[in-house]
């Protein structure tokens, strides 16, 4: 029941979209401009860096938050599990409609508290291909595709290791259309 419940929990947690919250106290419906994508990405192309960064801040301390209500209320390992649901949650936001964003910072938050070397390595990733190709898919999808491999490097049990592919899969699954946009050279950049 306890388990349950910080699931649920976590799920209403990462349903939060910050994206949302920021450009709706602009006056901006971020789901109607740019990519449409409530993410840190199509605020900072739409709204500009302070906005962005605040995204980015929120969205990654709900990641921090739920991987703390799986670990500090379950323990065992819970909080990879509860950071699934927030993951979720984020991107299929009941709050809103479940249309939500592709959970990057939400993922990459709630490792940095779990696997806080393979988080720190993950966002350092994530700050390196943007700086290089001026796009946050690439280094969404690159962080993504190491998160399992550096948490075998770092001993996690398998049954860790299974939870995090599930959570790469599903940023990775998000990222669909990006992928067919970095394929055809359409992809959008950063700006700003």
Wanted: with cysteine; charged share 10%; aromatic share 8%.
């Amino acid at each position: 029941m306890e388990q349950a419940a910080a699931i649920i929990l976590a799920y209403l947690l990462g349903s939060v979209s910050f994206g949302i919250v920021v450009s709706s106290m602009r006056g901006v419906d971020i789901r109607s401009v740019g990519s449409g994508n409530p993410g840190t990405s199509n605020i900072m192309r739409t709204l500009g860096r302070r906005d962005a960064a605040v995204v980015l801040l929120g969205d990654a301390l709900k990641g921090v938050a739920a991987a703390m209500i799986g670990e500090l209320w379950i323990g065992g390992g819970f909080g990879w599990v509860t950071l699934l649901a927030a993951a979720i949650g984020h991107s299929f936001p009941i709050w809103h409609k479940f249309r939500g964003g592709k959970s990057v910072a939400t993922v990459i938050g709630g490792v940095l508290f779990l696997a806080p070397w393979v988080g720190g390595v993950l966002a350092i990733v994530w700050i390196a291909c943007l700086l290089i190709w001026k796009t946050a898919s690439i280094g969404s999808l690159v962080a993504m595709i190491l998160l399992v491999p550096l948490l075998a490097i770092a001993g996690r049990p398998a049954d860790t290791l299974l939870v995090a592919g599930a959570i790469s899969l599903l940023v990775i699954v998000r990222h669909w259309s990006n992928i067919i946009r970095l394929f055809s050279k359409t992809e959008h950049q950063v700006a700003r």
